[in-house]
């Protein structure tokens, strides 16, 4: 029996029944039931301090592909690195990503971007989900932000998913879409 493939769904808010759990729990659910191994792994939990930009602004990230700083960030980076495909999913906070979404993908970013062809997440798909519960103000430019990560680390742009308050039902079911379709594209090599 072929191995199934393995989706890491990050979610980056402290609020654990609130809309960026609603939408980790719908892509942790639909990718399952289209027969991959998805877990969620919730940022906030983690223990993920900031980076350090060690000596001038680069550390081991640039030459070792590592962060040096020993904390909860090495075992989630083992797990993104390990995963086929990657759901991102922060509220909107002031127009960006979440402090702990931040903490973590710009440390990812430092380690992977630097290893050019050879990223861990070279071509692997993303869906990025950005949850604006308050005034929907800031969801592009969050999304810009995520887009811009995903590049850097030369991941794939499966999906860019804006949720606010209105559009909440239809997108909820638009993250099990969009997850199902990628678990199955995954599985079908
Ligand atoms: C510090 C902070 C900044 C926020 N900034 C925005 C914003 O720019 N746009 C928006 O629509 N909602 C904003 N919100 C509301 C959150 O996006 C909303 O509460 C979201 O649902 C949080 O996710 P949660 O349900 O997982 O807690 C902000 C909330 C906080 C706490």
Not at 101 to 109: E, I, M, Q, S
Not at 120 to 140: C, E, M, T, Y
Request: glycine share 10%; hydrophobic share 40%.
């Amino acid at each position: 029996m072929l191995a199934s493939m393995k989706i890491i769904v990050l979610s980056a808010s402290p609020n654990t029944d609130g809309l960026t759990a609603a939408c980790a729990r719908a892509a942790v659910q639909s990718a399952n039931g289209a027969g991959a191994e998805a877990h969620e792994v919730r940022i906030n939990d983690a223990g993920i301090g900031m980076c350090k930009a060690c000596g001038n602004g680069w550390g081991t990230c640039q030459e070792e592909h590592r962060c040096k700083e020993e904390d909860g960030f090495q075992a989630v980076h083992r797990s993104i690195a390990e995963a086929d495909a990657v759901v991102l999913v922060t509220p909107v906070y002031w127009g960006e990503m979440s402090e702990s979404a931040k903490a973590c993908t710009d440390r990812l970013r430092r380690c992977e971007a630097t290893a050019g062809e050879k990223s861990r997440l070279k071509d692997k798909p993303f869906i990025a989900v950005a949850a604006a519960g308050g005034s929907g103000n800031g969801l592009v430019s969050c999304l810009a932000s995520m887009e811009r990560l995903i590049q850097h680390v030369g991941g794939r742009r499966f999906d860019m998913i804006a949720v606010n308050r209105w559009n909440r039902e239809f997108k909820m079911r638009a993250i099990e879409q969009s997850t199902g379709a990628m678990a199955r594209e995954l599985s079908l090599g």
